[in-house]
């Protein structure tokens, strides 16, 4: 009779709904949707035009790249850096976790975004190989401006993807830095101070977590009906 009556009761994770999170409109987003389609779609064309055993995809790792075949590679994106440009200039919001298939889009958008933090590095190598070291102090900082927007999704796991994007931005910071005159140090500054502005706190990365721990939770609790545990 207790085991039916407990059956009864109404569980108070079944009516629970994660909190409405205001989306910004237009929501940037939606760029970077954009921009991770351009890259793919710019990335096969490559493998279809280069010759084999020529790199097709811009990672900072290929700094050892000729610098002809880097400038081709980042000709080629310029595509992809407008539209993440454009995005980083707006204002993000990462969709609200609600389903696992949202969790799964949200795992493969975290890899694109490491991915086109690495494509910014590349390009701040490339400015710096240039003697441009206001370029590349600025392209790093962006790489942080992309962390921050993957934080948007206030969650652990996008905290982590988050700390990547910016020590990739952080790396080329450090290269770019000991070149920079007075005024170029000036305006990397306020850049790094609007960037720094917009990563979430502490606090809030947690009550995202405690809102993604209880979907994961609820989702994952028909798995155990029947288990006296």
Known sequence: GLALAQEEVEQPWEAWEPPTVEMPDPNAWEIYQLAFELEEQIQQQLAEQLPEG???????SEASLEPEILARLLDAYAPVFSALEAAIAGEAQAPQLRTPEDFEQAFEQFADLR???????SRSIYHLRREDPLSAA?????C?????DVATNHSLIAGLVQLACTAIGEA???EAIPHLGAQEARIAANAMREA????PGLQQTLRGEEVVSRITMREQLAQFAGMEE
């Open 144 to 148: 942080i401006q992309i962390g921050a």
């Open 138 to 142: 600025l392209y790093g900082i962006a």
């Open 115 to 121: 991915q086109v933090a690495r494509m910014f590095a």
């Open 54 to 60: 020529v790199p097709t995809s811009l990672d900072m």
């Open 172 to 174: 080329g910071l450090r």
């Open 196 to 199: 720094m502005r917009e990563l």
